[in-house]
């Protein structure tokens, strides 16, 4: 009987320090975050995480680390479905946050309506990338059906950024005189009939686009044009925007499971509002995002040249229904590829 | 059943062998194996048909069936001919092409891929000469093939190698003596020898292409309907959160590498039965 008391005596004890260690762990000196995030982020939360780091621990004192995860983003977004533990996701889309929020309930329906402007801190657009000089005089996006020019773009089924590319693309011939519905399938369908290669992710096309020096046009997120161009110089390719193009918006969420799990829910909540600070959208800037801020914005006007943008959710309305006319098995997109059509 | 049991059981410790070889089997491969017909089976017959039978993936089974096949035939061929000259002759450098045997074992296959691709893309060392005869290598169904045997090459080349080096030389000379002509001797005695080996690293370097995914990504191109794997179609479904239907797709993967799979195994075991027979028959049929 003692001994059974002892041994309660003792687990409760062992309990209570378990309990104690991960408390201190997370308000004492030292906390970490994992941020999953998609592809062409990695060096935007690169310098951002820095940043960060060193205003926590100048507001509060203690010690945060961050570690990155980079990847697709819908691969990206199943790994935390399956149990990849990110306090914070930052993808390329919306639908991506919806899925962790529909098939494994780690955070609310209705996420994005927690952050100001849908959850999105910086946006960027799609745009164009030619060979040096623009051989192929391509100007806007009615010259990328013409025969004989070829267009680099990721597969939309897997790719969030090629999702995107298609989008704008709809969004583009749907504006034109006499555009409706039947208009836009046809031209994203000559679109992609001049299409050589499906890399499954933005950064494949990318390098199949300036490495291999396969077709005469990328269509690329803006951020990942800049890269392009930062990286090879601008003597090897140039940059051509659209007359029309598309608001494109990755999202950024707690992941609200995780955090209670962890006891990071505040220190993830104000890494995400560090985002929307100036000093947050200057780097944004800096690693060609579009901040939100108009004060940061008019700083950076002469690196975002003005186009006329439409959003998801004013032409398509929103990513639930873009993804299932679009992407979802047997939707318009695959109707592309289906034989004899 | 018992009595048969009893019957094998005349070597010590067989029922703890049996034991823990079932408990293995089941725990690495079975179980897995079964969650995927599980996930499979939340579908009904006709979406499953549905999925598994539309064109496009199909088109896809053509691709990943046909281009393994084309690589590991290539590989029969050619791995019985490099594990013939490491083993029968001496040259230099023999123990480094030796090693580079294992190469595309030993390399993350997303590194195969790029590289492959890098030098089969049409501005690539081998791509532009290619490209100038009219051949499309990267970015076609050849590249697909070509990444494949690149995968497969060193299992027919381990798998004979062995072997070959147990042959006994008096049994060549034996037939040499016999008046057995060259050719004679390579077909009577030496490839019934090697060919069960050779059959064996056949079957594991189709089953290796089948499940490729990695390296071919990069060289396929990707495009629907011409140089879309199967492996890919069922990450592109996962990308989707559709679950059942990529396991749908793997299901009939897992059947028809079985199908497939098993008359190789049954072909390897009637050769080598026949082989224990080689040197009298071989000795008959020449006198």
Do not use: C
Not at chain 1, 64 to 93: C, M, N, P, Y
Not at chain 1, 145 to 170: F, Q
Not at chain 1, 260 to 282: F, I, M, S, W
Not at chain 1, 327 to 341: E, K, L, R, S, T
């Amino acid at each position: 009987m003692r001994n059974t008391v002892l041994a309660g005596l003792g687990l409760l004890l062992a309990g209570l320090m378990v309990a104690f260690s991960i408390q201190s762990r997370a308000q004492g000196g030292e906390v970490s975050l994992l941020n999953v995030s998609y592809d062409p982020t990695r060096e935007l939360y690169q310098d951002f995480n820095q940043a960060f780091a060193k205003y926590w621990k100048a507001k509060t004192g203690q010690t945060v680390t961050i570690e990155q995860s980079h990847g697709g983003s819908s691969k990206q977004a199943r790994a935390v479905i399956d149990g990849l533990q990110a306090d914070i996701v930052t993808l390329a889309l919306a639908y991506d946050i919806d899925a962790i929020s529909q098939n494994a309930g780690l955070l609310p329906a209705d996420w994005q309506k927690r952050l100001p402007q849908n959850s999105t801190p910086y946006t960027s657009t799609i745009v164009f990338l030619v060979r040096k000089g623009n051989p192929k005089h391509i100007k806007d996006w009615d010259d990328l059906v013409k025969p004989g020019i070829s267009v680099i773009t990721p597969n939309p089924k897997t790719s969030g950024g090629a999702r995107w590319n298609y989008l704008a693309a709809w969004a583009y011939a749907l504006k034109q005189p006499g555009g409706n519905e039947q208009a836009a399938q046809d031209f994203v369908k000559r679109l992609y009939k001049n299409v050589p290669v499906l890399d499954s992710g933005a950064r494949g096309s990318t390098t199949t686009f300036v490495q291999r020096e396969i077709g005469d046009v990328l269509i690329a997120w803006e951020n990942e044009a800049f890269l392009s161009i930062k990286e090879l110089g601008p003597d090897k390719v140039e940059i051509v925007v659209p007359s029309q193009s598309i608001l494109a918006e990755p999202p950024v969420a707690i992941v609200d499971k995780v955090v209670d799990k962890k006891g990071t829910r505040a220190v993830a909540q104000a890494y995400l509002e560090y985002l929307y600070t100036p000093e947050g959208q200057e780097i944004a800037a800096k690693n060609y995002y579009r901040p939100r801020l108009e004060s940061v914005a008019k700083k950076y006007a002469s690196t975002f040249p003005d186009i006329k943008l439409v959003t998801i959710d004013e032409v398509f309305g929103g990513w639930q229904k873009a993804q299932k006319t679009h992407f979802a098995d047997g939707g318009v997109f695959d109707q592309i590829y289906q034989p004899n059509q | 059943m018992t009595f048969i049991f009893k019957k094998r059981s005349n070597l010590p410790g067989f029922g703890l062998a049996l034991g823990y070889t079932v408990l293995y089997l089941s725990l690495i491969v079975l179980i897995p194996l079964a969650a995927t017909f599980l996930k499979a089976s939340s579908l009904s017959w006709d979406q499953f048909w549905h999925i598994a039978s539309s064109p496009r993936a199909v088109a896809s089974y053509r691709l990943t069936f046909g281009a393994s096949l084309v690589g590991a035939l290539i590989n029969l061929v050619f791995g019985v001919l490099v594990a013939w000259v490491l083993v029968r002759y001496t040259f230099p450098g023999k123990r480094l092409f030796d090693s580079l045997v294992d190469l595309p074992f030993a390399l993350p296959t997303a590194v195969a891929g790029i590289a492959l691709t890098t030098i089969y893309a049409p501005n690539g060392w081998l791509g532009r000469p290619l490209a100038a005869l009219g051949i499309k290598s990267a970015y076609s169904p050849l590249g697909v093939a070509i990444a494949l045997t690149f995968i497969g090459l060193p299992f027919v080349v381990r798998s004979v190698q062995p072997v070959l080096e147990d042959m006994d030389k008096e049994l060549e000379e034996a037939a040499a003596s016999l008046g057995a002509s060259r050719w004679q001797t390579f077909s009577r005695v030496v490839m019934p020898t090697i060919l069960p080996a050779a059959l064996a690293g056949f079957a594991m370097a189709f089953a290796r292409a089948v499940g490729e995914y990695g390296s071919v990504v990069f060289i396929s191109g990707n495009m629907p309907m011409k140089t879309e794997i199967t492996p890919l179609l069922i990450i592109t479904k996962l990308d989707q959160y559709d679950y059942a239907g990529a396991t749908a797709i793997a299901v009939v993967m897992l059947v028809f590498s079985l199908i497939l799979l098993l008359p190789i195994n049954l072909l390897q075991k009637w050769s080598s039965s026949r082989e224990e027979k080689i040197p009298a028959l071989a000795a008959e049929e020449i006198q």
